[in-house]
Every structure is written in structure tokens, then in C-alpha cells.
């Protein structure tokens, strides 16, 4: 946190800059993310080291999951900025005959970002489009166990904004609690439902609107029908990029049991070619670690639970606590009790259930809290319509995985317990707006004068005239 400044000061900083900024033209918001453009360009190479020194995450995957995700949201934002701004005229309705309406966004005002580690960048920087694109001031906390990101996200914003606009404070829950005790205007929060709900309740303190980007457990439904070597290869990059510590990573799958063992098979040969140097992991540049080693301990102890339940180790290999680094494991045969069935992963562990009946793996998806993503393979429109209709999730992808994500024209976010409220794009540039409802009245007699009172029979005759419109 800036040590001269305490959370309320750096906030009134903020709350100052708010009127300038509602009075600010598009073309300025324009700038702000231009400039933000530049400097993630010009400091690819800080990033992909600050991201390899934090998560071991080779430069390629950190362009194609932080970097690429944070400067298609600017090019979005610049290109549609105009349009998104502007006044947007809506159909008059005939009992509302003269007037006009329209929506106008307005910027909500002082906004806190919170993000999490596991895309240390794009989580925090991501939203911090959207929120500059509406036009707020905002105050960014990034997630204390990714330091050198964190460091460096906090270089970024005094190095191109005015602290009054984009101000980052740095730490870790205590950091968290001081700046939620504030009365933001809006809270876009990004990690554990558990977290979700003290930020929920602290926000209810001031009516602060909240988007919660939250996790849980995301199924991934193989049917019978499903192209086995297309889905293994889909799992097994959805799955194992960042080590498994990715929000929308297929958690745990189902598998159609006349396919199951192809499937876990086919899964990891895939896995093997991916993400291995020559069949080792540990020497791989492109197999990732996990964040820290309380994480590999929570981790390795799910699997140690699972097989003390009755899970079968499918497949395994070395670990090393002291590097972060763990082999990929699949377990089958995982009882439903047991805590891998119960927490989400976070971690390269998948647990392969096999079914009998497609109704089956429904009920087993249905038994849980609602899932951020589900992924069902399949060549039948059927079946996967039948998925769709009977399970309900924040997103969904068919026949492969997280890639919703990167499509800028989708609404991203969870539903109940995996989240509140949708991000990227349009949908994000909402978030942080007001959408301001505005009428304006004609001059002389209107028709809602038909019901003033003093009320008269003649009110009433026209009053249940009109009703029986409806
Ligand atoms: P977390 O919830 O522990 O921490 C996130 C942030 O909350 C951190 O900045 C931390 O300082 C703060 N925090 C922690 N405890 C707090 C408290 N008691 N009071 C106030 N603030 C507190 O995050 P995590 O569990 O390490 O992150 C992983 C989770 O995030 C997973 O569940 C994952 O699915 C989810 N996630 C969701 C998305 C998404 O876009 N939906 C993206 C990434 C991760």
C-alpha cells in the first residue's frame, strides 16, 4: 500500500477525480487505454518474466492467457467506446405517446478491483479496461501471492495514470478488509466463493453493486459419441495449462463407460506430447508450477484423501514440494464423498468418473453447486441440447474447453455460487456503468394526464378501457 497514504485518503483522492471524469469525452477514456496498450507492448518481456518468477508459466502461455485476453479487451473497448457511450434511443411505448427514452451510460464512480493470482495479469488488468473504458476511477488491489506481478502492475499504473484514476495498493487480506470497509461504487471481485461472500457482506454495508468473479467445480461431460482423441487433447490443454489453476479448468470429468478407458488413455498420451519434454514433466519448459507450496500441500493432500477413500491412481508421477512442481495425476473410480469430489482442484488432479446412462452424469453435475463452466463432447445436437436445458452453469463450451473465455462477444462470469454479474467486452463496459434511464416529456397534454386526479367517472371509464388492453 502507498505508505504515505492510507486506504480513505488514497479513496477521497479518488472521489475527487469523479466529476472531471463524468465530464470527460470518449476520446479521452480513448487515450487512457491507448497509452495502457503501449505499455503492455513495450513491456511484454517484464511481464513474462514477472509472471515466470511467480507462477513458472512459460512466456508463450503468458502471452496467449494474460497478455492477448488484456489487449483484445483494449482493442474492443477503443474500436466500440463511441457506440457504447452514447445515448441509446428505446421504442416508446403507445400509452407513453410524445415522449422519448434512452439509455445513457454514466460512470458508476469509485471502483475497487481485487484480483487473484493464477492469471496474476489479465485478472487484474482485464477489468481495469472495462472499468477506464466506462470511465471511473479505480483502485486496484492485486493478489499478494504473485509479488513480482503485483510489483509490477503498481510500476504500470503510476507510470501511465494519474493516481486519482488508476491507483494499485499492494497486500494481502488485512489490505483487502481496509479497502472493503469503503464506500466504493462498484466492487469487481475475482477468487474463492468463500472470499465472494466477505465481499458481499461488505458491500451490503454500503450498497456498493458488486461483480463477483468466483470458481468451483466445472464438469466436463464425454459421451459416447464424443471424437476421443479431439476431447482428450482439449481436456488435457484445458486441464494442464497453468498447472490446473485456472477458474473455468475442467474440475472433474464424466466419462460414458463404454469409452472410459480409451478416454483416460487417449488423455494421457495427449498430456504426455503436450506438456512433457520427452516424457518429463519436471525438465518441460512448457509445463507450469503450482503458486506456492501451502497451495501444493492443500493440493497433494486431495489426492492423498481420495486414495485413502478407494480412488484409483490412474496415473502419477514425481513431485517436488520445494519447486512447487507436480506431476499430472488422474484418479478414477473416486468415490462422491471424498473432498476432490467435493472442493474445486485448483491443481493438475482430475478425477475420471465413468457413467452408465447420461442421465446419470447429470444428476451428479445437478448435485453440486452451480458450475462457472461445463463442457460436454459430443456429435449429437440431442444430447448436447439435453445437457444444455437440464444443467445450469455460468458458461458453457461444446466439444472443447475454457475457450469461451477469449470471445470478446460473450458474457463471462458464474451464476449463484460461482459468481454475480458478467465481465469482457460489452458486458464488462456495463458492469462498471450506470445505465441511467432517461425520459423526457412533451410539452402541453400528455397522455398520463388522462390519469391525474381529481378521479372522476370519466378517469374511471377510461381507466378500465385501457386495462382491458392488457
Ligand atoms: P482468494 O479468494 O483467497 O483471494 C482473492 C483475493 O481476496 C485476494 O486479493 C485476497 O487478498 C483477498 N482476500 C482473501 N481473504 C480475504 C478476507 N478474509 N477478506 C477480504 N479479502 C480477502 O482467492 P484464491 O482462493 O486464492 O483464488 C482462487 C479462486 O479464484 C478459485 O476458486 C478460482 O476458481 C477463482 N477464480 C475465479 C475466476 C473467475 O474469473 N471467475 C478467475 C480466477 C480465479
Not at 183 to 205: L, Q
Not at 296 to 308: G, H, M
Not at 404 to 429: T, V
Amino acid at each position: 500500500m502507498n505508505p504515505t497514504l492510507s486506504p480513505q485518503e488514497i479513496f477521497a483522492n479518488c472521489e475527487r477525480a469523479v466529476p472531471a471524469l463524468r465530464r470527460e469525452p470518449a476520446s479521452e477514456r480513448k487515450k487512457r487505454l491507448n497509452s495502457l496498450r503501449r505499455w503492455i507492448h513495450d513491456h511484454r518481456s517484464d511481464i513474462h518474466e514477472a509472471v515466470f518468477a511467480d507462477l513458472g508459466k512459460p512466456p508463450l502461455e503468458t502471452d496467449a492467457t494474460e497478455i492477448f485476453h488484456v489487449l483484445n479487451e483494449i482493442k474492443v473497448a477503443v474500436r466500440s467506446l463511441r457506440e457504447w457511450s452514447e445515448p441509446k434511443q428505446m421504442p416508446t411505448p403507445f400509452y407513453m405517446a410524445g415522449t422519448q427514452a434512452w439509455i445513457q451510460c454514466e460512470p458508476k464512480g469509485v471502483c475497487l478491483i481485487t484480483a487473484t493470482w493464477n492469471y496474476p495479469f489479465s485478472l487484474a488488468v482485464g477489468p481495469m479496461v472495462s472499468a477506464l473504458a466506462a470511465g471511473n476511477s479505480i483502485i486496484l488491489k492485486p493478489a499478494e501471492a504473485t509479488p513480482s506481478v503485483s510489483a509490477l502492475i503498481k510500476r504500470m499504473c503510476s507510470e501511465i495514470f494519474d493516481p486519482s484514476i488508476a491507483t494499485t495498493c499492494e497486500g494481502g487480506v488485512e489490505v483487502s478488509q481496509a479497502l472493503l470497509a469503503l464506500p466504493f461504487n462498484h466492487i469487481f471481485f475475482t477468487g474463492s466463493t468463500g472470499v465472494g461472500k466477505i465481499v458481499m457482506k461488505a458491500a451490503a454495508e454500503h450498497l456498493s453493486s458488486v461483480t463477483l468473479e468466483l470458481g468451483g467445480k466445472s464438469p466436463a461431460i464425454i459421451c459416447g459419441s464424443a471424437n476421443i482423441n479431439d476431447a482428450a487433447e482439449r481436456i488435457a490443454v484445458g486441464k494442464f495449462v497453468n498447472n490446473g489453476q485456472t477458474c473455468i479448468a475442467p474440475d472433474y470429468i464424466l466419462v460414458d463407460e463404454k469409452i472410459a478407458d480409451d478416454f483416460v488413455r487417449t488423455l494421457i498420451s495427449k498430456t504426455g506430447k503436450l506438456f512433457s519434454a520427452e516424457g518429463d514433466f519436471q525438465t518441460s519448459p512448457s509445463y507450469g508450477r503450482i503458486v506456492h507450496t501451502a497451495h501444493f500441500a492443500r493440493v497433494r493432500n486431495l489426492i492423498l484423501d481420495a486414495v485413502d477413500a478407494g480412488a484409483t491412481i490412474g496415473w502419477q508421477g514425481p513431485y517436488d514440494q520445494r519447486s512447487r512442481f507436480m506431476h499430472p495425476v488422474i484418479l478414477t473410480h473416486v468415490p462422491p464423498g471424498c473432498r476432490l469430489m467435493q472442493e474445486e482442484i485448483f491443481g493438475p488432479v482430475l478425477p475420471v468418473i465413468s457413467y452408465h446412462d447420461l442421465r446419470d452424469a447429470i444428476r451428479i453435475v445437478n448435485e453440486k453447486p452451480k458450475a462457472l463452466a461445463l463442457y460436454v463432447f459430443t456429435s449429437s445436437e440431442k444430447v448436447r441440447d439435453q445437457v444444455l436445458r437440464e444443467t445450469s452453469s455460468g458458461t458453457a463450451c461444446i466439444n472443447d474447453c475454457a475457450i469461451q473465455f477469449l470471445h470478446h462477444n460473450l458474457p463471462f462470469g458464474g451464476i449463484n455460487s460461482s459468481g454475480i454479474g458478467k465481465s469482457h467486452g460489452h458486458f464488462g463496459f456495463l458492469a462498471f456503468s450506470n445505465q441511467k434511464a432517461v425520459l423526457k416529456q412533451k410539452k402541453g397534454f400528455t397522455s398520463v394526464k388522462l390519469f391525474y386526479p381529481p378521479y372522476t367517472s370519466r378517469s374511471r371509464r377510461i381507466m378500465d378501457w385501457f386495462l382491458r388492453l392488457f
